[in-house]
Nanobody
Framework: QVQLVESGGGLVQPGGSLRLSCAAS????????MEWYRQAPGKQRELVAA???????NYADSVKGRFTISRDNAKRTVYLQMNSLKPEDTAVYYC???????????????WGQGTQVTVSS
């Protein structure tokens, strides 16, 4: 039983900022990779940012220099700081975590419910 709850989405003007949060709860032993995806209407879901347990990060070219992913292992939470937002960033944002529910070799992937980000003047 693992649940991922997202928060922080909303409506902002171009050039504005938002910070998304995603917290895991339930039978969590540890968490490996944490990731953020987004999906706009009529488009495929795309990977926005990822962070490993060691802190290595990876970003989509479209958000490099503007978005920052971070994690707090004690709080079982991943964040996405979004600056200099553009209308093209409008989408539903989903978090995904690779979660170990016990000390086994393999983890299982869990998804958040999604949070709407709208960038419009």
């Amino acid at each position: 039983q693992v649940q991922l709850v997202e928060s922080g989405g909303g409506l902002v003007q171009p050039g504005g900022s938002l910070r998304l949060s995603c917290a895991a709860s339930g039978s969590v032993f540890s968490i490996n990779a944490m990731e953020w995806y987004r999906q706009a209407p009529g488009k495929q879901r795309e990977l926005v940012a990822a962070i490993t347990i060691g802190g290595s990060t990876n970003y989509a070219d479209s958000v490099k220099g503007r978005f920052t992913i971070s994690r707090d292992n004690a709080k079982r939470t991943v964040y996405l700081q979004m600056n200099s937002l553009k209308p093209e960033d409008t989408a539903v944002y989903y978090c995904k975590m690779a979660v170990f529910t016990r000390p086994t070799v393999r983890s299982n992937d869990y998804w958040g419910q999604g949070t709407q980000v709208t960038v419009s003047s």
